[in-house]
């Protein structure tokens, strides 16, 4: 696995997690935080989804 899919993978990990605790959360405020967290995640790995793409076309 090259450094980028390694990021990709975690990335994807972590949105994950964000998800689950924001469903877990019983405090709204933590709730809102974990759902915004998890969506800036979400972005990194569709940013590092393309760059993997790019680089294989490459």
């Not at 390694?6 to 709730?31: Q, V, W």
Request: glycine share 2%.
């Amino acid at each position: 696995m090259t450094e980028l899919e390694d990021r990709l993978e975690r990335f994807e990990t972590l949105t994950a997690e964000c998800e689950l605790i924001a469903k877990l959360a019983t405090d709204s405020a933590k709730r809102e935080f974990y759902l915004k967290l998890g969506e800036h995640y979400f972005q990194l790995a569709n940013e590092t989804r393309r760059a993997v793409a790019t680089r294989a076309a490459a």
